[in-house]
């Protein structure tokens, strides 16, 4: 391949110039911008390039789905390239529909490529996506972090996803598929303007006469990108020199967090709340906004499973509250509530985790010595066996057992640097 098909090709390679993988996953849904990426990567894996694996996610949503994902495996036997299809059958019709099989297609792809050993995934997405995606966002109010960039890449579990087109427009790939007099499949919900982004997409091509057409949002996007970047580096630096950890909670010199700038103050909390709770998405706007006017009085609150207890000794504390964990046991072998692992005598015996509540505090006599506040002492996790307390490590009985936070201080601060 030569001219301008060969500049493509090396610009979707470019992507992955500092770690190529060995194998990489292609999610392909038979549309002209993840047809494009496939052909692409077809043109890098024959020369030297990664293994490829395409999936394909059929959402059961339109009866021409399971024929268009046939037509994909075709196109991907043709090019001597694996191919399998995803199905998701898990539309109850409520809710956002574009948001539920977003976050269905992204679990089930990292599911099945963690499951075959395939650690990075290209996704299609252009420039063109990247603007429409502004406007929407524009259109809700978002701030900062809504109208930044898309990443063009990203960590889920153990798999990392790529877009290594976004520096790349649908026209410009569209062209280059005809010029292979290849077809593509036309989703008609692409043109439906009963949902957000067909509306973001009429509403763009409105704007280009303006100047503001997807090459300019997009460059706007990239440098609100890299003002986000420098918020949350700011944010590490603040959790790195006044965060400590003490038994699963978060502890904040209140002094230094108070002379923190509120945007850099936010982003501290976000990470905590998402680090203590799980949570993919963590509370915006006023919510947030409450939580920092709180931790900045020294005062308590209830966030998304998290407690903010009032100051003490200096420091504001952020623990889990023990109404989101009372119900959660686990056995003893496994990860309890996404953070404590224990080991034990009886590790793959009928021992359970789960958290001490009332009921295991008052047989830790000596609870008090932990250190910890009541409020947070709750929501502590103990070995069980049936309704009878084994051990409660972090009160000082172990009794053969012990527990380690899963989500240790460096994965905290990682959260700050993975956006």
Known sequence: MTGPDAALAARVAGHFND??????GVAVSGGSDSLALLFLLQEWQRS???VLHAVTVDHGLRPDAAAEAMQVERICGQLGIAHVTLHWRGWDGKGNL?????RARYR???DWAEANGVRDVAIGHTRDDQAETFLMRLARGAGL???????????????????PMLGLGRATLQEYLRARGQTWTD???NADTAYERPRARAALAALAPLGLDADKLSTVAQTLAEARTALYHAAHAALRDLGDIEAGDLLLHHDGFNAVPDDVARRVLQAALRWLSGADYVPRGQALTNLLVAARAGQAMTLQGCLLLPAQHGRLRLTREFDAVKALRAPAHALWDGRWRADGPDITGDIEIAAL???GLARCPDWRGSGLPHASALATPGLWKGSTLVAAPLMGWTNGWTLKLDR???KLLAMLLSH
């Open 48 to 50: 030297g390039g990664p």
């Open 98 to 102: 574009p948001d539920h099989a977003r």
């Open 408 to 410: 240790d201080r460096d």
């Open 19 to 24: 770690d190529p993988p060995e194998r990489l």
């Open 187 to 189: 989703d008609p919900t």
């Open 108 to 110: 089930l792809i990292a």
């Open 357 to 359: 509540g009332p009921e």
């Open 145 to 163: 972090d809504g109208l930044s960039a898309m990443r063009a890449r990203w960590t889920d579990g153990r798999v990392t996803f790529h877009r």
